[in-house]
């Protein structure tokens, strides 16, 4: 299965930055991708109200209909890194929700992420927290792409290994990390977890990320990136500009690691600490 990731220096409008993230699918597209992953926050990066945007671009009749249409006229499926969705939970915060359309326009799944970015980041910035916008997710999520089971994450998440076991647990094979992994953060981390994720599944990582400087002052590392189940990188983009990164996943290859190195059968320490119970 060829798969792309996609590197945006996504800004506040909207209809902006969809139009750069079309001309990056279709150029995805024209290289026979199958599945484009956007990064986290592509249609709009920097606005503090995700609330009011939600109820007025994040519709079916909006952003969600013009991925949809995306998706069936460049036929391929498109990971749509992660956008504010409203929720019955609140009336003021939204869920930051990585959606899934099929090459036929169907929307086939909806993952909101669970880690919420609250931290201290020695950057331009200064501090996040995403809590004060987002409500946090509390599901893991996959969705079939053709025959191969794929995992949703978003950013953060990364940091995070027990979601991805439990991806690997749920027989996964692919999954996918639109991110806005800022520069500081990145530098530092950014490959490292990325490859250990796929390490420690046997698993394929498409890892799409924003780049650049942003209207609201923070700067991303780029360096977009799919990653084999043995830890290779299959594909990178620098850190500078937007851009397109294709690899061709080979699912035999990920079989054959798994049945060399059966990590699945051997774990020990979740079965003792169930017996421990």
Not at 26 to 32: I, S, Y
Not at 44 to 58: E, H, K, M, P
Not at 65 to 79: F, N, P, R
Not at 182 to 196: D, F, N, P, S, V
Request: proline fraction near 4%; hydrophobic fraction near 40%.
């Amino acid at each position: 299965m060829r798969c792309a990731v996609i590197q945006m220096t996504s800004q506040k409008d909207v209809g902006v930055n969809l139009k750069a993230a079309e001309k990056l699918i279709a150029q995805a597209a024209k290289l026979q991708a199958e599945l484009v992953v956007l990064p986290e926050m592509f249609a709009c990066l920097g606005v503090s109200d995700q609330y009011q945007l939600a109820v007025s671009r994040f519709t079916p009749q909006d952003v969600l209909a013009v991925l949809s249409a995306w998706s069936k006229h460049y036929q391929l499926y498109i990971v749509a890194g992660s956008m504010p969705t409203l929720t019955s939970q609140s009336e003021h915060k939204v869920h930051a929700s990585c959606i899934v359309f099929s090459p036929q326009g169907k929307q086939l799944a909806s993952y909101e992420k669970i880690h919420l970015f609250d931290v201290e980041v020695a950057d331009e910035k200064g501090s996040y927290k995403e809590s004060n916008t987002f409500l946090a997710g509390t599901k893991p999520k996959n969705v079939m792409i053709k025959d191969h089971k794929l995992g949703l994450s978003i950013c953060y998440d990364l940091r995070f290994p027990e979601l991805y076991q439990e991806y690997m647990a749920q027989g996964c094979q692919v999954m996918s990390v639109p991110s806005a992994f800022t520069y500081q953060t990145g530098k530092a981390h950014w490959e490292i977890l990325l490859r250990a994720r796929a390490i420690e599944t046997q698993s394929f990582i498409l890892a799409a990320n924003q780049v650049g400087v942003h209207e609201d002052g923070r700067r991303t590392w780029g360096h977009s990136m799919i990653v084999s189940p043995a830890g290779v990188v299959l594909a990178e983009l620098g850190g500078d500009e937007p851009g397109v990164a294709m690899a061709q996943l080979d699912f035999k290859a990920l079989q054959q690691c798994r049945q060399r190195m059966p990590l699945q059968q051997h774990k020990r320490l979740k079965e003792a600490v169930n017996h421990s119970v």
